[in-house]
C-alpha cells in the first residue's frame, strides 16, 4: 500500500482494506490510547468509526506492539492501527518494510500526548526540594536535549534542535494538534471506548 493515499481516516475503512488490518488493543489504555480517544472526540469520526474498524473490518487485535510490527513487516497484514509510532520508526530504521502515516496528512487532523509517560511528584515525598529540583532540570532546556536523545521521541520544547528525529514524530510548525491526553480524554478509554471495542469484536 502507498502512505500517500490516506488523507482521512475514513480511507482505512474502505471494503478493499478489510480483512488486512490489524491494530492494536487499546482497552487498556497505554499504547493506542491518546489517538483512539481523539478519534473518538472528533465530530467528523466519532464513535462511528471505531464501530466500524472493531466491528465491521474483521481487524486482528493484539496488545503485543513486537507481534503486531512484526506480522506488519511480514506482509499478513496492509495496515496497522494505533500502533506505537516510535516503534514503527525504530523498526523501519532497522530496515523493516514498516511506515507510518503522518498525523498531519490526515484532513481530520492528529494528537499528541505523552508517549514517554509523565513526571508526577509523590505528595509529603521525603525529600520534595529534591524532586522538584530534578522536575525543572528535566523540564530544561538541557534535560529535554538528553531526555529526547534517550528517548529517540520530540519534546515540545521549540528552542532545542529535531534533526536527528524522524520528521514522522515531529509536530510540524503550523499544525493544529490535539492533546488528547488531557482529563477531559483520558476518562474516555475506560467510560466508554472499551465498551464501544468489545461490543464490536464481538459482532465480529
Do not use: C
Not at 466491528?55 to 493484539?62: A, E, F, L, R
Request: net charge neutral.
Amino acid at each position: 500500500m502507498n502512505p500517500a493515499e490516506f488523507t482521512s481516516y475514513w480511507d482505512a475503512l474502505q471494503p478493499k482494506w478489510r480483512g488486512n488490518i490489524e491494530a492494536t488493543d487499546i482497552r487498556p489504555g497505554v499504547v493506542g490510547g491518546v489517538p483512539s480517544r481523539f478519534v473518538y472526540k472528533n465530530p467528523a469520526l466519532g464513535s462511528a468509526w471505531l464501530e466500524r474498524l472493531y466491528g465491521d473490518m474483521d481487524v486482528s487485535v493484539s496488545g503485543d506492539q513486537r507481534q503486531l510490527i512484526d506480522r506488519l513487516s511480514q506482509g499478513q497484514f496492509a495496515l496497522g492501527v494505533f500502533l506505537s509510532g516510535g516503534d514503527v520508526v525504530k523498526s523501519a530504521k532497522l530496515g523493516l518494510p514498516v511506515s507510518a502515516i503522518p498525523g498531519d496528512q490526515l484532513k481530520e487532523g492528529a494528537s499528541i500526548g505523552p508517549g514517554n509517560g509523565a513526571v508526577a511528584i509523590m505528595e509529603r515525598a521525603p525529600h520534595p526540594s529534591a524532586a522538584r529540583l530534578f522536575v525543572n532540570w528535566l523540564l530544561s532546556r538541557q534535560g529535554q536535549i538528553s531526555w529526547q536523545t534517550h528517548v529517540e521521541e520530540p519534546s515540545l520544547r521549540i528552542d532545542i534542535p529535531k534533526d536527528a528525529l524522524s520528521p514522522l514524530l515531529v509536530p510540524k510548525p503550523g499544525v493544529s494538534y490535539v492533546n488528547a491526553a488531557t482529563e477531559e480524554y483520558s476518562t474516555l478509554t475506560f467510560s466508554d471506548i472499551s465498551d464501544l471495542v468489545t461490543r464490536g469484536l464481538e459482532k465480529r
